[in-house]
């Protein structure tokens, strides 16, 4: 164990960590085992894994079938390039499962190692999109504040929270951010955005992008007609309307893509995570027929845009397996039940802390907001680190779980495996309740010192 967290300190630059606090400190845990919902580390200690890891655990940990399809394939054909018009079954019949599962009007699909590639995907598509057609002066990108679309130079730029630009800059120019409902409501956010538009001149604006729930921003779950009002606003400047279900796809909502909730259809629609459960790096951009349609039509020579793993055979083919489990399963209805059960945990929760503000879930997507005045809505001041206290609580209760304080809020987000059972969730909600109420005993005495 010593050797490992020192070779790790030595070796490995882990993504979206302090480095100074890892070379200090060392690896928080090391992983070992996984299955079902529970992660076990080298020490043996056994933990629930509320985040699905990185929103993308679906099916959960330990699932010999997508071991099995993945050995099959490679035994067969471990991997062979897509470029130049070569192909391969399980690449064809993967978009096609894809294509029958996402909305009627999108039925194409661009293949990529992940998420931000997906995006990064979706940007260079849209702006083909309009080039082709004569106006290649739309090429501006408007998503929200708050929104968290990966970290490629694309992604990185349309993300909408300030931290990921401090590291490198904006990596590209073209990209505006327009306030959330979450901020100032769904009227106030339309009109932000028909701002926006405007002051970027609609003329240069290709597409608007957004999460159907913000994951990464805190799970901000949008009112009910926001996506129709959104897609009205798209078609009267002629803008594609471009939907980011990276964590929101694959049953995730309780729906099979988010957008769903809100019946509208977008032009273009990037996935990855759940798509594979994360047991192999996959991802890929579904197009709608009206883009789809302009591409065959007006793109001619080369599409000078592809990744080396796009279409993956044995990607694909653990894609089909992780997908038919999803089906067979029921695991997007499990996710809907599974997903009123927290609600109503979270409510219990809020009643007996005095600390819980806003709570909210959609399918398995959950967020309960920590807060000094639930009354007001006040929060608290940044320095008393409230959500990592609790973050922490929960971790040595045995549940990891993942805060979200931008914009100086106290979030625990929420993203347990699709397989999760009613009493899972309750013994879950229990561990939460003692985690909440121990920091606000805590707090409450630091707060009686400070006054």
């Known amino acids: 164990m010593n050797e490992l967290i020192e070779l790790d300190k030595k070796h490995f630059i882990h993504p979206t960590t302090s480095i100074q606090a890892q070379q200090a400190e060392g690896a928080k845990m090391i992983v070992e085992k996984g299955e079902g919902i529970y992660l076990t580390d080298t020490e043996g200690k056994v933990y629930v894994d509320a985040m699905s890891s990185l929103w993308n655990v679906n099916i959960g940990h330990g699932r010999k079938e997508l071991a099995e399809a993945a050995k099959e394939q490679m035994e067969q054909l471990a991997f062979s390039s897509t470029f130049s018009s070569f192909s391969n079954e399980p690449a064809i019949r993967l978009a096609k499962k894809i294509a029958d599962l996402a909305p009627p009007s999108l039925n194409a699909v661009f293949f990529t190692s992940g998420g931000s590639e997906s995006n990064d995907s979706a940007i260079k598509l849209v702006r083909h999109y309009w080039k082709i057609q004569g106006q290649a002066e739309r090429t501006k990108i408007i998503s929200l504040k708050r929104g968290y679309h990966g970290v490629t130079a694309g992604a990185t730029s349309a993300t909408g929270i300030p931290q990921f630009w401090d590291m490198a800059g904006h990596m590209l120019t073209g990209f505006a951010h327009a ?49 129709k009002e959104i897609r009205q606003l798209c078609d009267e400047y002629g803008i594609l309307f471009m939907a980011d279900e990276v964590i929101t796809g694959f049953g995730r909502t309780g729906k099979m893509f988010g957008i769903e909730h809100w019946e509208v259809e977008p032009d273009l629609l990037s996935f990855a995570k759940g798509v594979t459960s994360g047991y192999f790096p996959l991802g890929g951009v579904i197009v709608g027929d009206k883009v789809h349609e302009v591409l065959k039509a007006q793109s001619s020579g080369v599409l000078f845009h592809g990744f080396t793993y796009s279409g993956h055979p044995t990607g694909a083919a653990v894609a089909l397996k992780n997908i038919e489990i999803i089906e067979n399963e029921g695991l997007v209805d499990n996710a809907r039940q599974r997903g009123e059960e927290l609600l109503k945990g979270f409510a219990s929760i809020k009643e007996e802390a005095e600390i819980v503000g806003d709570i909210r879930t959609l399918g398995l997507l959950g967020a309960l907001e920590l807060v000094q005045d639930p009354k007001t809505n006040k929060r608290f001041s940044p320095e008393l680190k409230v959500a990592p206290r609790v973050i922490e609580a929960l971790h040595e209760r045995g549940v990891i779980c993942r805060a979200v304080t931008y914009d100086s809020t106290d979030i625990i987000c929420f993203a347990p495996p699709l397989v999760m059972s009613k009493e899972q969730v309750e013994a879950m909600i229990e561990t939460l309740r003692e985690a909440v109420l121990a920091v606000q005993q805590e707090l409450e005495s630091q707060l009686a010192k400070l006054s």
């Open 179 to 227: 306030k959330t409902p979450y901020e100032i409501g769904t009227s106030a956010s339309i009109q932000s955005i028909r701002e926006v538009i405007e002051a970027e001149g609609p003329e240069t604006v290709a597409a608007f992008l957004a999460e159907p729930v913000q994951g990464a921003g805190g799970v901000l779950i949008p009112p009910t007609d926001y996506f």
